[in-house]
């Protein structure tokens, strides 16, 4: 069975009526802008419930007369970005600078919120907001942008290529709006061969688009200009295409919304797509949308090697990842560049039967099964960016090795730091880069039996030889021959499988959760913050920042028996959370502390807290670097203070070499893993893994700790 990305079908009957209709136009005194042209505007404005329609050349053309009949010229225009770039060129050609919105991952169109952001936040005058109905599917949200329009005193324009007759309750497409345009391209829901239209309830806007679409002419007298217009006008042969489609178009809009619920129904069953619908009312499917995270390429593959062709995205590529647009990219399109990556549109058309669309879905079904043979994994491909990639599963080569099925994996500050910013300081790390380090799994294959199959595993995420002179000391986190997971260009464990050096590996007790075994590795940074820097009992302790990592020296201080413990974080939320774990005292505002400290714990890491510790710190105190700076190269040092003092500054690094004394500590307090688990307040796929950085980077949901998990 071959299936092409599209076809296009005309009855004997159909183009005996165009034949006919052609030599009528020939023998006419007009063969542009007659009575074919007016009877296909007339009866499509009916169509849809709208007063008024206007033919142009194409639907780019309709748009960009849409926008100077506003008389908007040199105010910005909001589109989202996922849309066809022909959207952003219509606003260009008529003089309107655009800005871009994100859009609502269920929908595919523009947010509401971030809607909303940008008016606000706007320091341009908003003259237009353009809604795109994206496959043809009129958006739930669509009522609310609507009224966002209306408050706020914004034309709203439907670009409505895809949308011809859609309705969804009292919307309309081509009459949501003060004004829309349709597409007549060969491959929409209905075609003249090219050409679009404008539609309209506001008179005087129908008067404007008519002169403009012809020069700028005054309508009423054609010799006379009266404003910058451009050349569409339609030729007859065109709107006699439009007149014939419009007898079949019903038809072929039922034909689509059968194929589509084929398409629904039988990929209801699988795990990995999500076919789109529009919440009630008639939808004319121009695309069928499904949403996966198999990655397009290895699908529009395998659906080519059995001779399915998939059709053009909705988009591939937004508007913001386009050269000439680039400069429009405002780093708050997170969606749209998600979204992008995550669907695909099988072919849909009418001319497609039943059992065409049932072969297609046989072959996704089983695109789906071969999909989950292979290993994805995650880097960060530049800042604020991560992709995700796939391989064969790998496979282990010798005793040593053993491959791991990663179950879960935190976000270390780190990993933060390299998102927002690329690196440590001034130094940039090479991207693509791999990430992750907290990682817990099962062992699925091994050569060495004291390593079982399908035991539950934590992975130590430093090599260490255990031979170099700083080993030989305990100190494993600067070993002269150690690697780090997710660093330089070690595998990092945002992956599905890893293989991992056997002495990385630790069975992960029975009572012990999952969420938990991830937690042990920043417990093991705070455990040696204690451990290597000797701190006492009987000392006064202020840690600041109520972070993962703070919160852990919190834990395991309140566990060993350290009364003196207050803790510091300019966020009430994280301050207001630590407090289920009991320090002795809580601060929000660093004037507001008043005591001096024996050991001052920077689990931040910035100059400012330096500074702070510097200033808080008692004689003979200690201040611990456990915290990582994200910009700064170097901290202010103010030597007369902390000499006279006698103050010590540790830096602690990683908590390597650290996992048995932590193991051992636990399982004594094996009641408190349900309350220490609550760091973990966020929780994403790893197909999620951008908008799990974003948000949690951005603290939205009052995030803790968040962390990735595989199914």
Not at 221 to 227: G, K, T, Y
Request: charged share 25%.
């Amino acid at each position: 069975m071959n299936i092409p990305i599209f076809k296009l079908e005309f009855s004997d009957e159909f183009i005996y009526e165009y034949q006919i209709g052609v030599g009528k136009i020939l023998k006419s005194k007009k063969i542009i802008e007659g009575e074919c042209v007016k009877r296909f505007e007339n009866n499509f404005s009916k169509k849809i419930g709208c007063k008024h329609a206007i033919m142009t050349t194409n639907c780019t053309s309709a748009l960009t007369i849409s926008l100077l009949s506003l008389n908007i010229k040199g105010k910005t225009v909001i589109i989202p970005s996922n849309t066809f770039f022909a959207t952003a060129i219509a606003c260009e050609n008529a003089g309107n600078n655009i800005e871009l919105v994100d859009i609502n991952k269920e929908t595919l169109c523009i947010d509401p919120c971030e809607l909303r952001k940008i008016i606000s936040n706007s320091k341009n005058e908003i003259g237009a907001i353009i809604i795109v109905h994206i496959g043809g599917i009129i958006s739930k949200h669509t009522k609310e942008i609507k009224e966002i329009c209306k408050s706020n005193n914004i034309y709203l324009i439907e670009d409505a290529a895809h949308a011809h007759f859609s309705h969804m309750d009292d919307l309309y497409a081509g009459t949501i709006g003060d004004i829309a345009s349709f597409s007549f391209f060969p491959t929409k829901v209905m075609t003249t061969g090219g050409g679009g239209i404008i539609t309209t309830n506001n008179e005087e806007l129908y008067k404007k688009c008519k002169s403009l679409k012809d020069f700028g002419r005054n309508i009423d007298n054609i010799e006379i200009c009266e404003r910058i217009g451009i050349n569409s006008q339609v030729p007859e042969m065109i709107g006699l295409m439009g007149c014939l489609e419009l007898k079949r178009v019903e038809k072929r809009i039922k034909k689509r919304n059968e194929l589509l619920s084929v398409y629904y129904d039988r990929l209801l069953e699988t795990t990995e797509y999500k076919v789109l619908k529009q919440d009630g009312g008639e939808c004319s499917y121009y695309k069928c949308i499904v949403i996966t995270s198999i990655n397009y390429d290895f699908l529009f593959n395998y659906c080519k090697e059995r001779k399915i062709t998939l059709t053009g995205k909705v988009y591939k590529t937004p508007i913001h990842e386009q050269p000439i647009f680039k400069k429009h990219d405002n780093g708050k399109l997170k969606n749209t560049e998600i979204m992008s990556k995550n669907h695909f549109c099988p072919p849909l058309y009418p001319e497609l039967t039943i059992n065409d669309v049932n072969y297609i879905c046989d072959i996704l079904i089983k695109a789906e099964n071969e999909w989950k043979t292979y290993n994805k994994y995650a880097m960060l491909t530049k800042i604020n960016k991560i992709e995700l990639f796939y391989e064969k599963i790998p496979e282990i080569k010798n005793e040593n090795e053993l491959l791991i099925k990663i179950k879960g994996c935190g976000i270390c500050g780190s990993d933060y730091h390299y998102y927002r910013h690329g690196g440590l300081g001034s130094y940039k790390m090479k991207l693509p880069l791999f990430i992750g380090h907290e990682p817990v799994g099962i062992i699925k294959d091994s050569q060495d039996s004291n390593y079982i199959k399908e035991s539950r595993v934590i992975i130590e995420p430093s090599y260490f030889c255990n031979s170099c002179k700083h080993c030989e000391k305990h100190r494993e986190n600067v070993c002269e021959n150690g690697k780090f997971m997710g660093s330089l260009n070690e595998r990092g464990a945002f992956s599905e499988y890893l293989i991992i050096d056997k002495n990385q590996v630790f069975i992960l007790p029975d009572n012990m959760s999952y969420e938990m075994g991830i937690l042990l590795e920043p417990l093991c940074v705070a455990y040696r913050t204690i451990n290597i820097t000797n701190i006492k009992n009987t000392e006064n302790i202020l840690i600041i920042g109520a972070g993962p990592i703070g919160i852990c020296v919190l834990i395991l201080l309140k566990l060993l028996g350290y009364n003196k413990v207050s803790i510091y974080d300019k966020l009430e939320y994280r301050v207001n959370f630590s407090k289920k774990f009991t320090a002795d005292k809580y601060y929000t505002n660093i004037k507001e502390i008043n005591d001096k400290f024996d050991v001052c714990i920077d689990a931040v890491g910035s100059n400012e807290v330096f500074l702070n510790c510097q200033l808080l710190i008692n004689t003979l105190g200690k201040i611990i670097i456990v915290g990582i700076p994200e910009k700064e190269d170097y901290l202010q040092y103010n030597p007369h203070k902390l000499r006279i003092k006698e103050s010590i500054v540790y830096n602690v690094r990683r908590g390597t070499g650290a996992i048995h004394e932590v193991l051992d500590l636990m399982k004594k307090h094996e009641k408190y893993y349900k309350l220490i688990e609550t760091i973990i307040t966020d929780k994403y796929l790893l197909s999620d893994i951008d908008d799990a950085f974003m948000n949690s980077s951005e603290y939205k949901n009052n995030s803790i700790k968040t962390i990735i998990y595989f199914e």
